[in-house]
């Protein structure tokens, strides 16, 4: 499929998608772009899910985390609370999945759009993260980096009482938390000159790096197709691959829940959790 089409295909149930994502992509390289859905099974909130579309959720945005020293405050305090439970996410059946593809000559690499590292841990070799990983810290300043496990502890001694607040935790990391709570919290600068630390990830507002970009769109070409699983396409840093596949005229499938950008472009569609459909879809094209 190579055009936007105005009615995309139906969507399909996990039985009759897993039975026609197998027949899209059986025999062919397939690259898998992933998003926030795939993680949403390990405990990790989306934006645009179905459980939290209906929530309004301000993320950060980059020009402001740069110049509002309020902002990155805010951020910070945020971060404190909400790392450690993010921390405590681990892959699931559909990470999992991904690694039998990989190993099996299936999927020769994947991009994503999370930030969790959950693919990486899963044991996926070849992973390109649009949007960084939280477990890393860059000052902006001398571009040291610093790991997010050492930049917790020196929060914790900076701010001791802190971490016992009840928060919720939100998709990117850190956690809801009033302005009234922010108040007083003490941001930790970089350890080498003093500068302003920001996590090693793209905010909204913010520009994925050309080389990895490039990178991306090279692992597309590698492909005859490409699957889509867990996002809503929303952001073009991610639609983009999309629509350099249907230029392609790579066959495209889509495994989400719910609607997404890329639907009039998909030959086929399955609305089911990535954990419930991905180990079946692993073991239908790797049969021998």
């Given amino acids: 499929m190579t055009l936007l089409s105005d009615s995309p295909v139906a969507a399909l149930p996990p039985e009759a998608g897993v039975d026609a994502l197998a027949k899209l992509l059986r025999g062919r390289r397939v690259v ?3 998003g926030a859905g795939i993680s949403t099974e390990s405990g990790i909130p989306d934006y645009r899910g179905p459980e939290t579309r209906h929530k309004v959720r301000n993320p950060i945005q980059h020009r402001e985390f740069l110049h509002q020293p309020e902002v990155r405050q805010r951020y910070w305090a945020r971060s404190l609370l909400g790392w450690p439970r993010f921390t405590t996410a681990r892959p699931n059946d559909g990470h999992f999945a991904l690694v039998a593809l990989e190993k099996a ?5 994947l991009i994503t759009q999370n930030v969790d590292g959950l693919h990486s841990a899963a044991g996926s070799e070849r992973v390109l993260e649009l949007h960084g990983a939280l477990s890393r810290v860059r000052c902006l300043a001398c571009g040291a980096h610093e790991p997010r496990a050492s930049l917790q502890a020196r929060m914790l001694g900076l701010n001791p009482g802190f971490a016992h607040t009840v928060v919720e935790l939100r998709p990117d990391g850190d956690a809801e938390l009033s302005q009234e709570a922010v108040e007083g919290f003490r941001v930790p600068a970089c350890t080498r000159c003093g ?8 905010f909204f507002g913010d520009n994925v790096a ?6 991306a769109f090279a692992l597309v070409e590698e492909g005859d197709a490409l699957l889509v699983v867990g996002s809503s396409l929303t952001v073009y840093s991610g639609y983009r691959f999309v629509t350099r596949a249907a230029e392609r005229h ?3 499938g889509i495994l989400n829940i719910g609607e997404s950008r890329g639907d009039g472009l998909a ?5 089911a959790r990535a954990g419930e459909v991905l180990p079946r879809l692993a073991q239908a094209l790797t049969r021998s």
């Avoid at 000559?105 to 690499?109: A, E, R, T």
């Fill in 250 to 252: 790579m066959p495209i």
């Fill in 210 to 215: 050309a080389p990895l970009v490039q990178d």
């Fill in 32 to 34: 898998v772009l992933t």
């Fill in 195 to 202: 500068g302003t630390l920001k996590p090693d990830v793209v």
């Fill in 105 to 109: 000559g299936v999927v020769p690499g």
């Fill in 267 to 271: 030959d086929v569609r399955v609305e």
